[in-house]
Nanobody, 113 residues
Framework: QVQLVESGGGLVQTGGSLRLSCAAS????????MNWLRQLPRKERELVAS???????NYADFVEGRFTISRDNAERTLDLQMNNPTPEDTANYYC???????WGQGTPVTVSS
């Protein structure tokens, strides 16, 4: 069955860096657009970034060049490199197969000031 397993979250200081990963299995990874979303406390999930099978990327305005989404179709992994995070980026981060209800369990990111 479809599995998405996120990892890499944790505590990071403002201005630091963190790399999130999502290991995918159970579907044709190289055929789907993949997303990173996040859910801030008491807020709805919001898109952070997406990447098409061919590597074309899209970012939310709030990313402002700080994060980079990437994928390795051979390894079936999706990454999010977070540089210069701020406390406003504190959230649970999820990977998702676009257009489906498949989500991972999330990985928490806490950014301290």
């Amino acid at each position: 069955q479809v599995q998405l397993v996120e990892s890499g979250g944790g505590l990071v200081q403002t201005g630091g860096s963190l790399r999130l990963s999502c290991a995918a299995s159970g579907f044709a990874f190289n055929m789907y657009t993949m997303n990173w979303l996040r859910q801030l406390p008491r807020k709805e999930r919001e898109l952070v970034a997406s990447i098409r099978p061919n590597g074309v990327t899209n970012y939310a305005d709030f990313v402002e060049g700080r994060f980079t989404i990437s994928r390795d179709n051979a390894e079936r992994t999706l990454d999010l490199q977070m540089n210069n995070p701020t406390p406003e980026d504190t959230a649970n981060y999820y990977c998702n197969i676009e257009g489906t209800g498949h989500w991972g369990q999330g990985t928490p990111v806490t950014v301290s000031s």
